[in-house]
């Protein structure tokens, strides 16, 4: 039954890379959740929660990904971030317009900025003297919470995808949370 369970998610998240790749974003952010939900069903919860965050990555305003992630959170240890995304939404459907599809980080004499397709600057970044990263949203969006800052970091960071074995990662301040944060786009706070 678990090599089934393999076989189900992969097809899936490979029907999700592949509509995205085509532009196709609502069968990406489609298959990616089925893909969650088939690994919240065996309780294979931070697979789940991987599964919704790529969701995420596409649409960074699914109500759906980021009520599973609520819902789930609790087993992941990350709940109260994905409550306080899910009140932002709510509240501001504006938020529904910010996409993360292309991030990337831009160097210049002023300093280094996350910035998001067909959005602009979307993150200032302070490198400390310990190779961390400090993130300040741009003023526009100064309400981000930390899960939404966390996924556009991680898209920017490795646009390209995500490491299978030892993951990269690079550690993140925000709002007084330190975070690491890895390629796969897991997270845990701490030094």
Known sequence: MVHVM???????????EQAATRGDHHSAVRNYIAAGDAAR?????????RCYRSALEIDL???VAVS??????????????WVEYSRML???ASWSQ????????LVH???SVVECAEVGPVIELVIAS?????CLPDARFRAMPLAMTLIIMRRALWPTGRSSRAAPRVRLGYRGHTVWLNARGDWSLGD
């Open 98 to 105: 910010l996409t993360c599809r292309r991030a990337q980080i």
């Open 68 to 81: 599973r992630l609520v819902h789930i959170g609790g087993h992941t240890n990350d709940r109260r971030f």
């Open 61 to 63: 305003g699914s109500r």
């Open 41 to 49: 069903n065996r309780e294979r919860w931070q697979l789940a929660a």
């Open 90 to 92: 709510k509240h501001d």
């Open 109 to 111: 004499n002023l300093g």
């Open 130 to 134: 310990d190779g961390s990263f400090l």
């Open 6 to 16: 393999s076989t189900t998610l992969h097809r899936l998240c490979v029907a999700a």
